[in-house]
Protein backbone atom coordinates (compact mmCIF):
# COMPACT_ATOMS: atom_id res chain seq x y z
CA UNK A 1 0.00 0.00 0.00
CA UNK A 2 1.56 3.29 -0.91
CA UNK A 3 0.85 6.41 1.28
CA UNK A 4 -0.70 8.55 -1.28
CA UNK A 5 -4.16 10.04 -0.78
CA UNK A 6 -6.62 12.69 -2.61
CA UNK A 7 -9.18 14.49 -1.21
CA UNK A 8 -11.91 15.70 -3.72
CA UNK A 9 -14.68 18.00 -3.86
CA UNK A 10 -17.49 15.67 -5.24
CA UNK A 11 -20.51 18.51 -5.68
CA UNK A 12 -19.66 22.22 -7.12
CA UNK A 13 -16.87 22.88 -4.64
CA UNK A 14 -17.60 24.62 -1.12
CA UNK A 15 -18.04 20.92 0.52
CA UNK A 16 -15.56 21.60 3.95
CA UNK A 17 -12.44 20.19 2.36
CA UNK A 18 -10.42 22.61 4.73
CA UNK A 19 -12.03 21.06 7.93
CA UNK A 20 -10.83 17.71 7.09
CA UNK A 21 -7.38 18.06 5.22
CA UNK A 22 -6.85 19.78 8.72
CA UNK A 23 -7.83 16.38 10.25
CA UNK A 24 -6.40 14.40 7.96
CA UNK A 25 -3.34 16.06 7.84
CA UNK A 26 -2.57 14.79 11.48
CA UNK A 27 -1.13 11.87 10.01
CA UNK A 28 0.31 13.52 6.94
CA UNK A 29 4.34 15.05 6.10
CA UNK A 30 3.24 16.52 3.54
CA UNK A 31 -0.23 17.87 2.16
CA UNK A 32 -0.56 19.62 -1.73
CA UNK A 33 -2.83 21.36 -3.72
CA UNK A 34 -2.93 21.01 -7.12
CA UNK A 35 -5.38 23.23 -8.73
CA UNK A 36 -7.33 26.50 -8.88
CA UNK A 37 -5.81 29.41 -7.22
CA UNK A 38 -7.29 32.69 -5.01
CA UNK A 39 -10.69 31.38 -6.06
CA UNK A 40 -11.01 28.71 -3.64
CA UNK A 41 -11.75 29.52 -0.01
CA UNK A 42 -10.86 26.95 2.76
CA UNK A 43 -12.12 27.45 5.77
CA UNK A 44 -10.45 25.99 9.35
CA UNK A 45 -11.75 26.62 12.71
CA UNK A 46 -9.42 26.09 15.22
CA UNK A 47 -9.26 26.74 19.38
CA UNK A 48 -12.16 28.78 18.54
CA UNK A 49 -10.54 31.10 15.56
CA UNK A 50 -11.50 30.99 12.08
CA UNK A 51 -9.39 30.96 9.48
CA UNK A 52 -9.82 31.18 5.85
CA UNK A 53 -7.19 29.68 3.49
CA UNK A 54 -7.47 30.90 -0.45
CA UNK A 55 -3.74 29.23 -1.67
CA UNK A 56 -1.76 28.06 1.20
CA UNK A 57 -2.79 24.10 1.41
CA UNK A 58 -4.86 23.72 5.08
CA UNK A 59 -2.76 21.77 6.09
CA UNK A 60 -0.04 24.53 7.46
CA UNK A 61 -1.51 25.09 10.72
CA UNK A 62 0.25 21.64 11.44
CA UNK A 63 4.03 22.67 12.91
CA UNK A 64 5.31 19.03 11.76
CA UNK A 65 3.78 19.44 8.46
CA UNK A 66 5.80 20.59 4.75
CA UNK A 67 2.95 22.06 2.65
CA UNK A 68 3.22 22.18 -1.58
CA UNK A 69 1.73 24.14 -4.24
CA UNK A 70 2.19 22.10 -7.44
CA UNK A 71 2.17 22.61 -11.25
CA UNK A 72 -1.79 23.25 -11.81
CA UNK A 73 -1.75 25.36 -9.57
CA UNK A 74 -2.24 29.63 -10.59
CA UNK A 75 -0.80 31.80 -7.68
CA UNK A 76 -1.53 35.37 -6.88
CA UNK A 77 2.10 36.25 -5.82
CA UNK A 78 0.91 39.34 -3.95
CA UNK A 79 -2.18 37.52 -2.24
CA UNK A 80 0.18 35.20 -1.53
CA UNK A 81 2.36 37.05 0.77
CA UNK A 82 -1.22 38.52 2.46
CA UNK A 83 -2.56 35.27 3.39
CA UNK A 84 0.95 34.32 5.06
CA UNK A 85 0.84 37.46 6.63
CA UNK A 86 -2.79 36.98 7.53
CA UNK A 87 -2.05 33.72 9.27
CA UNK A 88 1.49 34.41 10.93
CA UNK A 89 0.00 34.86 14.51
CA UNK A 90 -0.41 30.85 14.42
CA UNK A 91 1.51 29.48 11.37
CA UNK A 92 4.80 30.82 10.37
CA UNK A 93 6.00 28.89 7.27
CA UNK A 94 9.73 28.61 6.54
CA UNK A 95 10.90 27.67 2.86
CA UNK A 96 11.57 24.16 3.75
CA UNK A 97 8.37 24.15 4.85
CA UNK A 98 6.30 25.27 1.87
CA UNK A 99 7.20 24.52 -1.62
CA UNK A 100 6.05 26.73 -4.42
CA UNK A 101 6.26 25.00 -7.47
CA UNK A 102 8.55 26.71 -10.32
CA UNK A 103 6.33 25.00 -13.21
CA UNK A 104 2.95 26.68 -11.63
CA UNK A 105 1.79 29.96 -13.55
CA UNK A 106 1.39 33.21 -11.72
CA UNK A 107 -2.17 35.61 -12.00
CA UNK A 108 -1.12 39.40 -13.00
CA UNK A 109 -3.21 42.06 -12.51
CA UNK A 110 -3.85 41.50 -16.65
CA UNK A 111 -5.34 38.08 -15.77
CA UNK A 112 -7.95 39.78 -13.26
CA UNK A 113 -8.68 42.68 -15.52
CA UNK A 114 -9.60 40.13 -18.14
CA UNK A 115 -11.72 38.00 -15.93
CA UNK A 116 -13.60 41.07 -14.30
CA UNK A 117 -14.05 42.32 -17.99
CA UNK A 118 -15.21 39.37 -19.59
CA UNK A 119 -17.96 38.65 -16.74
CA UNK A 120 -19.14 42.11 -17.21
CA UNK A 121 -19.34 42.38 -21.08
CA UNK A 122 -21.07 38.76 -21.73
CA UNK A 123 -24.67 38.38 -21.88
CA UNK A 124 -24.25 34.87 -20.33
CA UNK A 125 -21.89 35.23 -17.44
CA UNK A 126 -19.96 32.17 -15.64
CA UNK A 127 -20.30 33.78 -12.13
CA UNK A 128 -16.47 33.79 -12.03
CA UNK A 129 -15.08 34.55 -8.43
CA UNK A 130 -13.41 37.53 -10.82
CA UNK A 131 -9.78 36.56 -9.73
CA UNK A 132 -8.30 35.94 -12.95
CA UNK A 133 -8.22 32.64 -12.77
CA UNK A 134 -9.81 31.55 -16.11
CA UNK A 135 -7.59 34.24 -18.54
CA UNK A 136 -4.52 32.67 -16.44
CA UNK A 137 -5.36 29.36 -17.64
CA UNK A 138 -6.32 30.43 -20.54
CA UNK A 139 -2.70 31.51 -20.98
CA UNK A 140 -0.90 28.63 -20.26
CA UNK A 141 -2.87 26.87 -22.40
CA UNK A 142 -1.68 29.60 -25.23
CA UNK A 143 2.17 29.30 -24.25
CA UNK A 144 1.34 32.88 -23.31
CA UNK A 145 1.74 32.43 -19.38
CA UNK A 146 4.52 33.46 -16.68
CA UNK A 147 5.89 30.50 -14.22
CA UNK A 148 6.46 31.11 -10.96
CA UNK A 149 10.01 30.45 -11.57
CA UNK A 150 10.73 33.18 -14.26
CA UNK A 151 8.32 35.58 -12.31
CA UNK A 152 10.55 35.56 -9.38
CA UNK A 153 13.79 36.38 -11.62
CA UNK A 154 13.67 40.26 -12.18
CA UNK A 155 14.93 39.74 -15.74
CA UNK A 156 12.74 36.58 -16.78
CA UNK A 157 10.10 38.94 -15.22
CA UNK A 158 10.65 41.81 -17.02
CA UNK A 159 11.06 40.17 -20.64
CA UNK A 160 7.56 38.59 -19.85
CA UNK A 161 5.73 41.98 -19.90
CA UNK A 162 7.67 43.23 -22.79
CA UNK A 163 6.67 40.54 -24.94
CA UNK A 164 3.05 40.40 -23.64
CA UNK A 165 3.40 44.50 -24.59
CA UNK A 166 5.04 44.29 -27.79
CA UNK A 167 2.78 41.96 -28.93
CA UNK A 168 -1.06 43.02 -27.53
CA UNK A 169 -2.16 46.56 -27.41
CA UNK A 170 -4.46 46.21 -24.88
CA UNK A 171 -2.21 44.66 -22.24
CA UNK A 172 0.26 47.29 -23.09
CA UNK A 173 -2.50 49.91 -22.59
CA UNK A 174 -3.74 48.45 -19.68
CA UNK A 175 -0.19 48.01 -17.60
CA UNK A 176 0.44 51.72 -18.55
CA UNK A 177 -2.69 52.64 -16.43
CA UNK A 178 -2.65 50.59 -13.68
CA UNK A 179 0.87 51.82 -11.57
CA UNK A 180 -0.54 50.50 -8.55
CA UNK A 181 -1.58 46.59 -9.52
CA UNK A 182 1.99 46.59 -11.90
CA UNK A 183 3.96 47.73 -8.91
CA UNK A 184 2.61 45.24 -6.57
CA UNK A 185 3.19 42.58 -8.66
CA UNK A 186 6.57 43.36 -9.02
CA UNK A 187 6.84 43.85 -5.80
CA UNK A 188 5.42 40.63 -4.02
CA UNK A 189 8.16 39.12 -6.37
CA UNK A 190 11.45 39.36 -3.70
CA UNK A 191 8.86 38.03 -1.30
CA UNK A 192 7.93 34.74 -2.69
CA UNK A 193 11.56 33.96 -4.66
CA UNK A 194 12.37 32.18 -1.33
CA UNK A 195 9.96 29.46 -1.35
CA UNK A 196 9.92 28.69 -5.30
CA UNK A 197 11.51 25.31 -6.25
CA UNK A 198 11.12 21.95 -7.96
CA UNK A 199 8.40 21.02 -5.75
CA UNK A 200 7.12 17.97 -8.14
CA UNK A 201 10.71 16.29 -7.85
CA UNK A 202 10.59 17.20 -3.68
CA UNK A 203 7.12 15.86 -3.95
CA UNK A 204 8.30 12.40 -6.01
CA UNK A 205 11.38 11.64 -3.79
CA UNK A 206 9.11 12.35 -0.86
CA UNK A 207 6.58 9.31 -1.93
CA UNK A 208 10.17 7.55 -2.50
CA UNK A 209 10.78 7.69 0.98
CA UNK A 210 7.77 6.51 1.92
CA UNK A 211 5.94 9.48 3.07
CA UNK A 212 2.52 10.21 3.53
CA UNK A 213 1.25 12.48 1.63
CA UNK A 214 -2.04 14.29 1.22
CA UNK A 215 -3.29 16.07 -1.97
CA UNK A 216 -5.90 18.49 -1.24
CA UNK A 217 -8.67 19.69 -4.20
CA UNK A 218 -10.47 23.22 -4.67
CA UNK A 219 -13.15 23.34 -6.22
CA UNK A 220 -15.72 20.60 -7.22
CA UNK A 221 -15.71 17.78 -9.29
CA UNK A 222 -18.68 19.18 -11.44
CA UNK A 223 -16.95 22.21 -11.94
CA UNK A 224 -14.01 20.61 -13.90
CA UNK A 225 -13.08 21.82 -17.25
CA UNK A 226 -13.58 18.53 -19.00
CA UNK A 227 -16.69 16.36 -16.89
CA UNK A 228 -18.25 19.28 -15.12
CA UNK A 229 -21.44 21.38 -16.21
CA UNK A 230 -19.40 23.60 -18.72
CA UNK A 231 -19.58 26.36 -19.62
CA UNK A 232 -20.72 26.91 -15.78
CA UNK A 233 -16.84 25.37 -14.51
CA UNK A 234 -13.95 26.17 -13.53
CA UNK A 235 -10.25 26.55 -15.97
CA UNK A 236 -8.90 23.05 -14.86
CA UNK A 237 -9.43 19.50 -13.40
CA UNK A 238 -10.64 19.26 -9.94
CA UNK A 239 -10.50 15.53 -10.14
CA UNK A 240 -8.20 12.80 -8.89
CA UNK A 241 -6.59 12.80 -11.98
CA UNK A 242 -5.72 16.29 -12.14
CA UNK A 243 -4.11 15.92 -9.42
CA UNK A 244 -1.79 13.37 -11.27
CA UNK A 245 -1.23 15.48 -13.65
CA UNK A 246 -0.16 18.53 -11.60
CA UNK A 247 1.95 16.43 -9.28
CA UNK A 248 3.64 14.50 -12.20
CA UNK A 249 2.58 11.53 -10.26
CA UNK A 250 1.60 8.31 -11.97
CA UNK A 251 -1.97 7.60 -10.85
CA UNK A 252 -0.95 3.73 -9.67
CA UNK A 253 1.02 5.60 -6.71
CA UNK A 254 -2.23 6.65 -5.08
CA UNK A 255 -4.00 4.41 -2.72
CA UNK A 256 -6.81 6.47 -1.28
CA UNK A 257 -9.28 9.07 -3.17
CA UNK A 258 -11.57 10.54 -0.37
CA UNK A 259 -15.01 11.87 -2.07
CA UNK A 260 -16.01 14.74 -0.09
CA UNK A 261 -19.90 15.84 -0.14
CA UNK A 262 -22.31 17.77 2.01
CA UNK A 263 -25.31 15.95 2.83
CA UNK A 264 -26.88 18.46 0.58
CA UNK A 265 -25.81 20.32 -2.15
CA UNK A 266 -24.45 23.97 -2.39
CA UNK A 267 -23.55 25.81 -5.69
CA UNK A 268 -21.88 29.23 -6.06
CA UNK A 269 -22.65 31.29 -9.50
CA UNK A 270 -24.65 30.08 -12.66
CA UNK A 271 -25.62 26.99 -14.26
CA UNK A 272 -28.36 24.45 -13.79
CA UNK A 273 -28.47 22.82 -10.67
CA UNK A 274 -31.67 19.82 -10.55
CA UNK A 275 -32.04 19.91 -6.68
CA UNK A 276 -31.61 23.63 -6.04
CA UNK A 277 -34.79 24.45 -3.46
CA UNK A 278 -36.01 27.94 -3.50
CA UNK A 279 -38.17 27.48 -0.40
CA UNK A 280 -38.45 27.29 3.27
CA UNK A 281 -35.81 24.30 3.26
CA UNK A 282 -33.64 26.25 0.80
CA UNK A 283 -33.74 29.30 3.57
CA UNK A 284 -32.91 26.68 6.21
CA UNK A 285 -29.93 25.29 4.36
CA UNK A 286 -28.54 28.24 3.18
CA UNK A 287 -29.09 29.78 7.13
CA UNK A 288 -27.70 27.00 9.52
CA UNK A 289 -25.28 25.63 7.04
CA UNK A 290 -24.04 29.37 6.88
CA UNK A 291 -23.94 29.08 2.90
CA UNK A 292 -22.19 31.88 1.90
CA UNK A 293 -18.74 32.08 -0.38
CA UNK A 294 -15.83 31.81 1.39
CA UNK A 295 -14.49 33.87 -1.00
CA UNK A 296 -16.40 36.39 -2.62
CA UNK A 297 -19.63 36.13 0.29
CA UNK A 298 -21.83 35.50 -2.33
CA UNK A 299 -24.69 33.60 -1.44
CA UNK A 300 -24.83 29.95 -2.28
CA UNK A 301 -28.02 28.25 -4.12
CA UNK A 302 -29.00 25.21 -2.03
CA UNK A 303 -30.82 22.27 -2.48
CA UNK A 304 -31.22 18.56 -1.59
CA UNK A 305 -28.55 15.73 -2.01
CA UNK A 306 -28.17 14.95 -5.85
CA UNK A 307 -27.13 11.36 -6.07
CA UNK A 308 -27.07 11.50 -10.07
CA UNK A 309 -24.20 14.14 -9.88
CA UNK A 310 -22.42 12.04 -6.74
CA UNK A 311 -22.52 8.96 -8.33
CA UNK A 312 -20.52 10.59 -11.17
CA UNK A 313 -18.17 12.26 -9.23
CA UNK A 314 -17.23 9.09 -7.57
CA UNK A 315 -17.21 7.56 -10.70
CA UNK A 316 -15.06 10.34 -12.39
CA UNK A 317 -12.78 10.20 -9.58
CA UNK A 318 -12.65 6.20 -8.94
CA UNK A 319 -13.43 7.21 -4.79
CA UNK A 320 -13.02 4.23 -2.85
CA UNK A 321 -14.32 5.81 0.55
CA UNK A 322 -16.91 9.59 0.98
CA UNK A 323 -16.79 12.03 3.89
CA UNK A 324 -20.23 13.18 4.30
CA UNK A 325 -19.66 16.73 5.70
CA UNK A 326 -22.39 19.24 7.61
CA UNK A 327 -25.05 16.13 8.53
CA UNK A 328 -26.01 18.91 11.44
CA UNK A 329 -27.18 21.02 9.13
CA UNK A 330 -30.28 18.55 8.04
CA UNK A 331 -31.23 18.62 12.06
CA UNK A 332 -35.24 19.99 12.34
CA UNK A 333 -36.45 19.04 9.05
CA UNK A 334 -38.93 17.00 9.12
CA UNK A 335 -38.83 14.86 6.17
CA UNK A 336 -35.18 14.68 3.86
CA UNK A 337 -35.01 14.06 0.44
CA UNK A 338 -32.48 12.58 -2.08
CA UNK A 339 -32.52 12.43 -6.04
CA UNK A 340 -32.45 8.86 -7.04
CA UNK A 341 -32.68 10.02 -10.54
CA UNK A 342 -34.03 12.49 -12.68
CA UNK A 343 -37.07 12.68 -15.17
CA UNK A 344 -36.99 14.60 -18.31
CA UNK A 345 -40.07 15.95 -20.04
CA UNK A 346 -38.51 14.63 -23.48
CA UNK A 347 -35.92 12.40 -22.88
CA UNK A 348 -38.00 10.23 -19.60
CA UNK A 349 -35.76 8.99 -16.69
CA UNK A 350 -32.21 9.86 -16.45
CA UNK A 351 -29.90 8.29 -14.25
CA UNK A 352 -26.53 8.83 -15.63
CA UNK A 353 -25.44 12.52 -15.24
CA UNK A 354 -26.12 14.85 -18.58
CA UNK A 355 -23.66 16.73 -20.19
CA UNK A 356 -25.83 18.73 -22.09
CA UNK A 357 -26.80 22.02 -19.90
CA UNK A 358 -29.87 22.76 -21.91
CA UNK A 359 -31.21 19.07 -20.84
CA UNK A 360 -29.58 19.21 -17.36
CA UNK A 361 -31.85 22.39 -16.90
CA UNK A 362 -35.57 20.76 -17.73
CA UNK A 363 -34.07 17.71 -15.33
CA UNK A 364 -36.77 16.75 -12.41
CA UNK A 365 -35.41 15.28 -9.80
CA UNK A 366 -37.39 12.03 -8.65
CA UNK A 367 -36.28 11.96 -4.89
CA UNK A 368 -36.47 9.12 -2.16
CA UNK A 369 -37.54 11.08 0.73
CA UNK A 370 -36.56 9.91 4.97
CA UNK A 371 -37.35 11.06 8.10
CA UNK A 372 -35.70 13.60 9.70
CA UNK A 373 -34.38 14.04 13.28
CA UNK A 374 -34.68 16.79 15.92
CA UNK A 375 -31.75 15.75 18.38
CA UNK A 376 -28.46 17.36 17.25
CA UNK A 377 -25.72 15.06 16.42
CA UNK A 378 -23.55 15.42 19.51
CA UNK A 379 -19.56 15.25 18.66
CA UNK A 380 -19.20 12.44 20.58
CA UNK A 381 -17.04 10.33 17.95
CA UNK A 382 -18.68 7.41 18.02
CA UNK A 383 -21.07 6.72 14.92
CA UNK A 384 -23.47 4.91 17.41
CA UNK A 385 -24.12 8.07 19.52
CA UNK A 386 -25.46 9.76 16.21
CA UNK A 387 -29.30 9.88 16.25
CA UNK A 388 -30.62 7.17 14.59
CA UNK A 389 -32.04 9.12 11.98
CA UNK A 390 -28.46 10.23 10.68
CA UNK A 391 -27.41 6.44 11.05
CA UNK A 392 -29.97 5.61 8.41
CA UNK A 393 -29.26 9.14 6.46
CA UNK A 394 -25.66 7.47 6.20
CA UNK A 395 -26.50 3.85 5.66
CA UNK A 396 -28.61 4.92 2.78
CA UNK A 397 -26.28 7.18 1.32
CA UNK A 398 -24.05 4.21 1.09
CA UNK A 399 -26.61 1.96 -0.41
CA UNK A 400 -27.66 4.30 -3.24
CA UNK A 401 -23.78 5.28 -4.18
CA UNK A 402 -21.78 2.61 -3.48
CA UNK A 403 -19.24 3.66 -1.39
CA UNK A 404 -18.58 3.86 1.79
CA UNK A 405 -19.13 6.81 4.30
CA UNK A 406 -15.49 7.11 6.72
CA UNK A 407 -15.98 9.85 7.99
CA UNK A 408 -18.95 12.67 8.89
CA UNK A 409 -18.79 15.61 9.80
CA UNK A 410 -21.49 17.18 12.81
CA UNK A 411 -20.20 21.08 13.33
CA UNK A 412 -17.59 23.17 12.05
CA UNK A 413 -14.75 22.34 14.75
CA UNK A 414 -11.70 19.76 14.37
CA UNK A 415 -13.86 17.69 17.25
CA UNK A 416 -16.64 17.49 15.21
CA UNK A 417 -16.05 14.64 13.75
CA UNK A 418 -16.58 10.77 13.63
CA UNK A 419 -14.35 9.21 11.83
CA UNK A 420 -14.64 5.03 10.86
CA UNK A 421 -11.30 4.25 9.70
P1 LIG B 1 -13.60 30.81 -11.48
O1 LIG B 1 -12.98 29.57 -10.92
O2 LIG B 1 -13.40 32.03 -10.61
O3 LIG B 1 -13.24 31.05 -12.91
O4 LIG B 1 -15.20 30.60 -11.48
C1 LIG B 1 -15.83 29.61 -12.29
C2 LIG B 1 -16.97 28.92 -11.54
O5 LIG B 1 -16.45 28.17 -10.46
C3 LIG B 1 -17.98 29.90 -10.91
O6 LIG B 1 -19.25 29.29 -10.92
C4 LIG B 1 -17.50 30.01 -9.48
O7 LIG B 1 -18.53 30.38 -8.58
C5 LIG B 1 -17.04 28.58 -9.24
N1 LIG B 1 -16.02 28.49 -8.18
C6 LIG B 1 -14.72 28.86 -8.26
N2 LIG B 1 -14.10 28.62 -7.11
C7 LIG B 1 -15.00 28.08 -6.29
C8 LIG B 1 -14.95 27.58 -4.95
O8 LIG B 1 -13.91 27.57 -4.28
N3 LIG B 1 -16.10 27.08 -4.45
C9 LIG B 1 -17.25 27.03 -5.19
N4 LIG B 1 -17.36 27.49 -6.41
C10 LIG B 1 -16.24 27.99 -6.97
Given at each position: MSNVSILI????????KGKWVDILSEKADIVARFQGGNNAGHTVHIDGRKFVLHQIPSGVFRPHLKSAIAAGVVVNPSQLLSELGEIKTIATPTPDKLWLSARAHVITPWHIHLDERQESRTQQPIGTTKRGIGPAYADKASRLGLRLGQYVDDRTRDKWVQKMASENEAFKAFWSTNPAAVEMFHSAASGIKPFVCDAEARLRKAVREGKQLLIEGAQGTMLDLDHGTYPFVTSNSPTSGGACASLGLGPKTVSRIYGITKAYVTRVGEGPM?????DDVGAHLSKVGNEFGATTRRPRRCGWLDMVALRYAIAINGCDRLILNKIDVLTGLSELKIAVSYRHPQLGTIEDFPWEPEVLKDCVPVYETLAGWTDQPQASGRFEGLPKGVRHYISTVERLSGVRVTMIGTGVGREDAVILE
Open positions: GAQWGDEGPTELK
